[in-house]
């Protein structure tokens, strides 16, 4: 069994959510919305940071899972954005975690068998595969939905194989 | 006397530079280069911020000061400067240091009194400032400049009115 903490970061909101993963079956352990208010950008990456660090030290999960980022609106957003998955990315490598980063088609396609699945059919299915009715709010579910990317494609060489084909259908 | 901490921060080089400013004197008290080797951006996060925490807590400054950015080259490179930027501004703020935040206009401006002045010329005046030969590594030195716009800026009513007017008249 492994424990898999996914990470939807964002400088307003980051969105997180844990799992068990057995084989070919996921288990809901915990997740949540970190809701970072106030002006001062320094303060809010503290919150997430302070947060993150506390969520990490309850659960004790084993490996981390965060959506890698090519492209972004504009420099500006990806700078922003930057400033959160820099911090998320210190909080889980601090705590010892292997970081495995996985495409928003990834993502998808490892949820609902398309790459180019839409943001409800995606949230549709981590309630489903994790049998946990939610509600979850969005970036909580992209947590989650990361997780779950994450315990399907480190699996098994055999899962590992299947997970490449299957990527190599992703339109 | 205030002591500043000015970062330049970089996901391969980071710069700080740590100066006591006291009226209009300045005083260099430490510098170096923080040079993050590795191909895992989360690792060389950790390094990033563990020297930086070193750092604070060896020298303990009251105040830290980071250039603000609002253009780069493309978002890819927004994306990479921000994750090195975010882990900064969090071991500052952690740290309890107010942080003020300087355009690279007016950096130069506050060291040479020219808004448009050459890499070099910064460089050169950071060094005649601080009456300090150096040699000052690139990183190291933009990092003294941050340091040293900071004790420009924020000083008596009069030096910030003054500072002010200088930037009106900034090309």
């Known amino acids: 069994m492994v424990r898999i903490l996914g990470i939807d970061p964002g400088s307003h909101k980051t969105g997180w959510g844990i799992i068990d993963a057995e084989g070919t079956r996921f288990r809901y352990v915990a ?13 809010r990456l503290v919150l997430i940071a302070d947060d993150l660090d506390l969520i990490i030290g309850q659960h004790q999960p084993n490996v981390g899972a965060i959506e890698s980022v090519f492209h972004a609106k504009n420099s500006q957003s990806a700078l922003k954005l930057g400033h959160a998955r820099g911090v998320a990315l210190l909080s889980m490598s601090r705590a010892g975690l292997e970081i495995g980063e996985y495409s928003p088609t990834q993502i998808k396609q490892a949820l609902t068998g398309a790459g180019r699945a839409q943001k409800e059919q995606v949230a549709q299915m981590v309630q489903l595969l994790l049998g946990h009715g939610g509600p979850f709010g969005l970036d909580e579910s992209d947590g989650l939905a990361i997780a779950m990317c994450h315990g399907r494609f480190s699996g098994s ?10 990527l190599e259908k992703a339109p």
């Open 157 to 166: 060489p055999a899962r590992k194989f299947l997970a490449a084909k299957m």
């Open 31 to 43: 997740s949540g919305t970190i809701t970072a208010k106030g002006k001062e950008l320094a303060k």
